[in-house]
């Protein structure tokens, strides 16, 4: 089962995703949130945040070497840590913050999402809205979604410890 989280920009769908994972103890996680760097209100970049371990550092900036989306680059040797980070630890259920228009054409960080795909196990997802119809053609396995602005932690941890449970 795959958890999508999906809303807007700016909508707290990673703040959303954090709280769940606090909540989610006894189910053996891996996978990475991406929180934004802020510059005077305007975002410049994100850091990837390896989970359970905590591990920080810079995936996007506005400038360095990388695959560019938009004002942004994926830079090369974050993105080559956080695979490296996420595939070296073991879970029973993924976090994938965030599956974004780079991932749609094939690039960014999709081949570490198609291994958590592969994997046979359930994952929470975070998808911006407007691509949230593309991102569901193209997983086509069963999925719930939630959308940040309307729904809280406690809620979407307590569906997920269902389906542990088998409920």
């Known amino acids: 089962m795959i958890f999508v989280i999906t809303g807007n920009v700016k909508c707290g769908k990673t703040t959303l995703v954090r709280e769940i994972v606090e909540k989610l103890r006894g189910i053996k996680l891996r996978g990475f949130v991406t929180p934004s760097i802020f510059d005077g209100g305007r975002v410049v970049g994100y ?7 905590n591990k ?4 996007v900036s506005t400038e360095g070497k990388g ?4 004002r942004f680059v994926v830079l ?5 840590r956080l695979i490296s980070e996420v595939t070296s630890l073991e879970g029973d259920f993924f976090v994938f913050d965030e599956f974004g228009p780079l991932e749609l054409r094939g690039g960014g960080l999709v081949k570490l999402f198609d291994e958590f795909l592969n994997s ?7 998808v911006r809205s407007r691509i949230l119809k593309d991102f569901l053609d193209l997983i086509k396995q069963p999925n719930r979604i939630f959308h940040a602005e ?3 932690a406690e809620e979407v941890v307590n569906e997920i410890k269902n389906l542990f449970k088998g409920g």
């Not at 850091?47 to 371990?53: Q, S």
């Not at 920080?56 to 995936?59: A, I, M, Y």
């Open 56 to 59: 920080r550092f810079l995936l």
């Open 47 to 53: 850091i990837a945040e390896v989970l359970p371990v």
């Open 67 to 70: 695959e560019r989306i938009g």
């Open 120 to 126: 046979g196990n359930s994952g929470i997802v975070v």
């Open 150 to 152: 309307r729904i809280s």
């Open 76 to 80: 090369e040797e974050g993105k080559k």
